[in-house]
């Protein structure tokens, strides 16, 4: 996703965006002998922190950019007042959770979310926007974003327990399809491109599946986000976790039948 990135960046500044973007990066992960070939990185750089591989490059592709590197866990309690846009490329439920809970933690104002995410051969994204917390109305039209439309996908309790982390390159292909991250990355980066150039958008994401060589998109529609189950009532609804509403919903069943 950072390539692409790089790539916009260059596209926006050619068309006479006065600074084009600026970006953080945000990833824990080191370079480890399985991402070499999948990923762009070398064997030089296993052990070494991802994010200040990439940032690295691409400061010095840019030249005059001064993109920032944090090789950090985000949490939920953490705030993302800083940015405008926030670009999930997460493999687990919990990270999505803490990009969610931080935007919705900013002091005001509303915030896009570009969730990208796959399994080994299909994959999604969506493009969303998230209000804070503090905000006690919602505009009908704001777009829905990922938890929206998938709550479970913010719900740890539901994570493939079968998620370590691959030895090698073969055996990282036996998990997830060698295209898929570069497929999903590339629709992401377009709808991004759409939106800064276009200024408009009449989808806001797509679902791939590469065994089937298909891309459905996801139409900017309230009929659409009404067959999902998103309430557009001119209230702000908390997303919750599946399985907190469950737990929740079990207590309360067991009070009242103990009283």
Request: hydrophobic content about 40%; some cysteine.
């Amino acid at each position: 996703m950072l390539e692409k990135l790089v790539a916009l960046h260059r596209a926006l500044k050619a068309k006479g965006h006065p600074n084009g973007l600026d970006v953080v990066v945000v990833d824990p992960d080191t370079v480890s002998a399985a991402n070499i070939g999948r990923q762009a990185f070398y064997p030089s750089d296993i052990g070494a922190y991802k994010c200040d591989v990439l940032v690295n490059r691409a400061n010095m592709a840019l030249e005059c950019t001064r993109w920032k590197a944090q090789p950090a866990i985000l949490g939920t309690r953490a705030s993302l007042d800083a940015f405008d846009l926030v670009i999930g490329a997460v493999d687990n439920r919990a990270a999505r959770l803490a990009i969610l809970r931080g935007l919705e933690n900013c002091a005001s104002g509303t915030r896009y979310w570009l969730d990208t995410g796959n399994r080994a051969n299909d994959g999604q994204v969506v493009l969303g926007q998230v209000t804070s917390r503090r905000k006690v109305k919602d505009d009908p039209k704001r777009l829905p974003h990922i938890a929206e439309f998938y709550p479970d996908l913010i719900d740890s309790a539901a994570e493939d327990k079968d998620n370590t982390p691959s030895c090698s390159l073969a055996e990282a292909l036996e998990k997830q399809s060698l295209y898929i991250n570069t497929t999903v990355s590339d629709f992401a980066a377009n709808l991004l491109w759409m939106l800064f150039t276009e200024g408009r958008l009449d989808t806001q994401g797509a679902f791939i599946n590469l065994n089937r060589m298909m891309v459905t998109p996801l139409r900017i529609d309230a009929a659409v986000w009404e067959r999902f189950g998103i309430v557009r009532d001119g209230k702000r609804h908390k997303v919750e976790r599946p399985s907190v509403v469950a737990k929740r919903k079990k207590k309360q069943h067991e009070e009242a039948v103990a009283a």
